[in-house]
């Protein structure tokens, strides 16, 4: 069975910082681009930001810029994104996706994970 899996979410102050991987099973996803979207409370699913296969490549959500950081572990075939500055409105769902495309189009992307849950308490 070919997923995507998230780790690394959990319950953060407001200020505080964490650190989410996401990594294939049953098919690792050579030459695909890398993306982290989020679905916070009352909104739709949005992009966060996304890495070329390389690592060469990045694209962020405009304002996140500076506080997120994506990487790409390929010695563990994992892809990261490092959260800084967390605020109450960074809470939700994170969801890992992979699409053959440097994207930033939930649509381009088809597959995802299961999304690991990030609370910010202030």
């Known amino acids: 069975q070919v997923q995507l899996v998230e780790s690394g979410g959990g319950l953060v102050q407001a200020g505080g910082s964490l650190r989410l991987s996401c990594a294939p099973s049953?098919?690792?996803?050579?030459?695909?681009?890398w993306g982290w979207f989020r679905q916070t409370p009352g909104k739709e699913r949005e992009f966060v930001a996304a890495i070329s296969w390389s690592g060469g490549r990045t694209i962020y959500a405009d304002s996140l810029k500076g506080r997120f950081s994506i990487s790409r572990d390929n010695a563990k075939n994992t892809v990261n994104l490092q959260m800084n500055s967390l605020e109450p409105e960074d809470t939700g769902v994170y969801y890992c996706?992979?699409?053959?495309?440097?994207?930033?189009?939930?649509?381009?992307?088809?597959?995802w994970g299961q999304g690991t849950q990030v609370t910010v308490s202030s």
């Open positions: 049953g098919r690792a996803f050579s030459g695909y681009t």
């Open positions: 996706a992979v699409s053959p495309q440097m994207e930033v189009s939930s649509n381009a992307f088809g597959y």
